[in-house]
């Protein structure tokens, strides 16, 4: 009996201490735009790590200035995101970190865009990601990697690699004109070789 205590012991002290450790909101790469209309200043919505292709994200923040909210892979470099896929950055206070995008091409000829139609990002922050060989289908297609819109957004410690189309890597818009006096941080990123 003795022994048969030890062992449920055991095996219940291991189960708290893997619900301990899981991170609370894992969701699905394409369910973070849902988890994201609940999430609260402040909060961490997690991605399950996978590989994920041809998905059209809108990702729409709502923290403050002090308490963004963030979105970051279960584990780093845990999210892959490949095939036709995009990702649309909008509202305030938000923060997307460590993901990967690899060997894909975006629908839109874009992969990160900080707006979703007139919805413009303010004080959003794309950072620790990694951009590699996402190109279009030709190399006389025109592609951004990141179209910064809106104000006081950052771009910091990305990567962006294998860039083989025309366009430009990464672009500050100023089409709107809440995008002229912008104050946009773009710093220690690594602008790899375009072949």
């Not at 449920?8 to 893997?18: Q, R, S």
């Not at 894992?26 to 609940?38: P, Q, R």
């Not at 961490?44 to 308490?67: A, F, H, I, P």
Request: aromatic letters at 8%; proline letters at 4%.
């Amino acid at each position: 009996t003795d022994n048969l205590m030890q062992k449920l012991f055991l095996l219940l002290t291991a189960a708290f201490i893997v619900a301990a450790c899981s991170p609370k909101n894992l969701v699905s790469l394409s369910d973070v735009s849902k988890a994201l209309e609940n999430a609260q200043p402040g909060d961490t919505v997690y991605v399950k790590d996978g590989l994920y292709q041809d998905l059209s994200l809108v990702w729409k923040g709502n923290g403050t200035e002090d308490k963004p909210i963030v979105v970051l892979p279960q584990s780093k470099g845990g999210v892959v995101i490949t095939g036709a896929s995009q990702l649309r950055i909008c509202g305030h206070d938000l923060t997307v970190s460590s993901l990967v995008f690899k060997d894909g091409t975006a629908p839109s000829k874009n992969v990160v865009d900080f707006k979703n139609g007139d919805d413009l990002a303010q004080r959003c922050r794309l950072t620790d990601c990694v951009i590699d060989s996402y190109n279009p289908v030709r190399r006389d297609i025109q592609c951004t990697y990141v179209n910064l819109y809106g104000k006081d957004n950052r771009v910091d410690g990305c990567s962006f690699l294998g860039k083989k189309s025309l366009g430009v890597t990464l672009v500050v818009m100023l089409n709107y004109k809440e995008c002229l006096d912008n104050r946009h941080v773009i710093e220690n990123n690594y602008f790899g070789p375009r072949p």
